[in-house]
């Protein structure tokens, strides 16, 4: 499981990555998509952080920072689609790929947390 998050955080940051190059150069879009940039693209940051963790304390702190950066991720994608700032073509591409993602991976729940800590993780 371990290689499969760190593949699956890159992979995720990489397509964050891919959403932003498509956001059109206005002043707001350029503003929003580059909050969404930093929160999207720290989530594999902050994993690989707590997979070096020294104590159960520490991990479990970092894979809050992980859920953290998820859901302000998603506050940033769901900011753009309502203001209508995002590429219609590649916010469908990123949910496709999300959507069939998730069909795919079952939850993982992480203990201590009262939910999946990577249930929209690509």
């Known amino acids: 499981m371990e290689k499969d998050l760190l593949s699956r955080t890159l992979f995720y940051a990489r ?3 891919a959403f932003y190059a498509t956001l059109p ?8 998509g580059k909050q969404l940039l ?12 707590a ?8 991990f479990i702190a970092k894979m809050g920072d992980c859920l953290k950066e998820l859901s302000e991720t998603g506050y940033w994608l769901e900011l753009l689609d309502s203001e209508s700032l995002g590429n219609k073509g590649a916010d469908r591409h990123f949910h496709h790929h999300y959507q069939k993602d998730q069909e795919k991976r079952p939850m993982i729940p992480i203990p201590h947390f009262p939910f999946s800590i990577f249930h929209f993780v690509p």
Do not use: C, M
């Open 25 to 32: 150069n206005a002043t707001v879009s350029q503003v929003l």
């Open 15 to 17: 397509k964050i990555v």
């Open 38 to 49: 930093r929160s999207g693209t720290s989530v594999g940051a902050n994993y690989r952080e």
């Open 51 to 58: 997979d070096q963790g020294r104590s159960r304390a520490e």
